[in-house]
């Protein structure tokens, strides 16, 4: 179905009343896309991340059952900044397309008042992402997080990464503009032959604006105390800048934009 008309053929399934598991709220500046974003934690996640920095979003019964109306009034109280800003609502997680409808729900309110709208996604559920969802995202935030699979099997508690870049070559053939995001975990998934595959794959999309190479750090550990869990990296060297410098320069090599 092409993007210009599949807003059409959603009908009015997508303006009955719909209702999403909330987990939390936060402001937020740069890394959550453009200018100020008020971001929108949904509960619910289908991996379980060994640097995860919300163990508290796993579980999506652990959410506040909240309304679109409810998310457009506290959108609303945003948006002079939004305006002055260039920024808008991210919906992230958690992961949001374990609730599909309600990020679509969510995201074709936002679009019908003009406000920027963001994905925060690990792909691992892009079959879930309708193209009428697509439509009214603005910007993706696709975390890949590794690319060998093995790799990315160890990092997400054995989650595939086959359907996140089946996700990213998606998105590149409907031409939605994608930030790439890459946690760095030394000992990890650092190695040079997971690093130079993902860098040509991500530059070979086309649509990539730019990559946020992250580095790890623990400021979780306190959140998995409270919750009864072990931090599963606790005992691991964070990176060094000149080890996330490198990084990011094998990716910018292949002319990404890269922070």
Not at 28 to 38: F, I, K
Not at 146 to 165: H, I, K, N
Not at 172 to 200: H, K, Q, S, T, Y
Request: aromatic content about 6%.
């Amino acid at each position: 179905m092409r993007l210009d008309t599949a807003r059409t053929a959603a009908g009015d399934d997508r303006r009955r009343p719909v209702t999403g598991m909330v987990h939390s709220w936060d402001l937020s500046t740069a890394v959550d896309g453009p200018g100020a974003r008020l971001v929108l934690f949904l509960a619910g996640c289908p991996l379980r991340c060994l640097y995860c920095q919300n163990p508290d979003t796993w579980s999506e019964p652990d959410g506040a059952l909240t309304s679109v109306d409810d998310v457009l009034r506290k959108v609303r109280r945003y948006r002079p900044l939004f305006d002055r800003t260039g920024g808008g609502i991210t919906v992230s997680g958690g992961e949001p397309l374990l609730q599909p409808k309600f990020t679509a729900a969510v995201f074709r309110a936002c679009a019908e008042e003009g406000i920027s709208t963001a994905l925060d996604t690990s792909g691992a559920l892009g079959t879930r992402a309708t193209d009428e969802l697509l439509l009214d995202t603005d910007l993706v935030l696709l975390d890949i997080k590794s690319f060998a699979p093995a790799t990315y099997a160890q990092v997400t508690g054995g989650g595939d990464v086959t359907p996140t870049l089946r996700f990213a070559r998606r998105l590149a053939g409907l031409e939605r503009r994608v930030w790439i995001r890459f946690v760095l975990v030394p000992g990890l998934n650092d190695a040079a032959d997971n690093i130079e595959p993902l860098a040509d794959f991500v530059a070979a999309l086309g649509n990539v604006e730019r990559v946020d190479v992250l580095p790890f750090h623990a400021l979780a550990a306190a959140k998995y105390e409270a919750l009864g869990l072990p931090f599963p990296l606790a005992d691991r060297p964070l990176p060094t800048p000149q080890q996330t410098a490198a990084v990011r320069e094998r990716f910018a090599t292949r002319g990404l934009d890269v922070t």
